[in-house]
């Protein structure tokens, strides 16, 4: 009886650390409001399907704060007014899976998913920013992409490449990495997973670009590829408001 109530209470506890892991935060200039759920009606119900066969875990309790301070930074680097137009709601889980592949973040209309399950697992307070804007970049690029110069992003690429089959393709291979890779600098892409389409090679330059990474900067003083796509990029966020200049990025 005594060990049964004592895993009882071990279980109860285990619980309510899952449900208060569930509590709504409002993060940012524009208060958007986060959320930390425990199950997939989170999706939207053409991702609930059998094929898709979405899959999270909740995020451990100990995790919200460091979280909530990545955020924080992330989501203050943008306007007001561009958060307030462009982001509804952030979900932050601990893992996420469709179609039995694990997925560190995604997105749909208004809405970003990002994962985090620990910095001892290497999702740390850079990881958890830069995924942010990895996947608000795609938000912002589907919903403005008369702004974006994909002509241009072309012809910036070696001549005769031709992107791979997309993100959900690359999951599938080792070309996955966000990771900076040196090898890939001189034909102006950033990491293996930008070879999967315009969507992520776009995404990789956001992200390194909001995090202002020292290692990006240094790319692209060598290499003129690097810095044909950045002038891009960086024209396309200025054209959803001017203080995103080319000063602003390098002094980030």
């Not at 958007?32 to 059998?50: L, M, N, Q």
């Not at 690029?141 to 002509?151: E, P, Q, T, Y």
């Not at 999951?171 to 315009?198: I, P, Q, W």
Request: charged share 20%; glycine share 6%.
């Amino acid at each position: 009886m005594i060990r049964k109530a004592i895993l009882a209470g071990l279980l109860l506890t285990l619980a309510l650390s899952f449900i208060q892991a569930q509590d709504v935060y409002s993060l940012g200039p524009a208060d958007t409001e986060t959320i930390y759920p425990s199950d997939t009606r989170i999706f939207p119900c053409k991702w609930r399907k059998k094929k898709t066969a979405p899959a999270i875990s909740g995020i451990h309790l100990q995790e919200i704060s460091r979280t909530n301070q990545a955020l924080e930074i992330a989501l203050n680097k943008y306007p007001v007014t561009l958060l307030e137009k462009n982001l509804k709601k952030i979900y932050i889980v601990s893992t996420m899976r469709f179609f039995n592949l694990d997925y560190g973040g995604t997105y749909f209309r208004k809405n970003v998913y990002i994962t985090n399950n620990g910095i001892e697992n290497g999702y740390t307070q850079k990881y958890i920013e830069g995924t942010f804007h990895h996947e608000f970049s795609s938000i912002l690029l589907i919903r403005h992409k008369k702004h974006f110069d994909v002509k241009a992003w072309h012809k910036a690429n070696p001549e005769g490449f031709n992107y791979g089959k997309g993100g959900l393709e690359a999951l599938k291979t080792e070309n996955a990495s966000v990771e900076l890779d040196s090898s890939l600098f001189h034909m102006g892409f950033l990491s293996r997973y930008s070879l999967a389409s315009v969507e992520e090679d776009f995404n990789c330059y956001a992200e390194y670009l909001f995090l202002s990474d020292h290692a990006f900067w240094k790319a692209w003083d060598e290499h003129e590829a690097i810095r044909a796509k950045t002038n891009i990029i960086i024209a396309f966020f200025s054209s959803l408001n001017p203080v995103f200049s080319f000063v602003y990025f390098k002094d980030i």
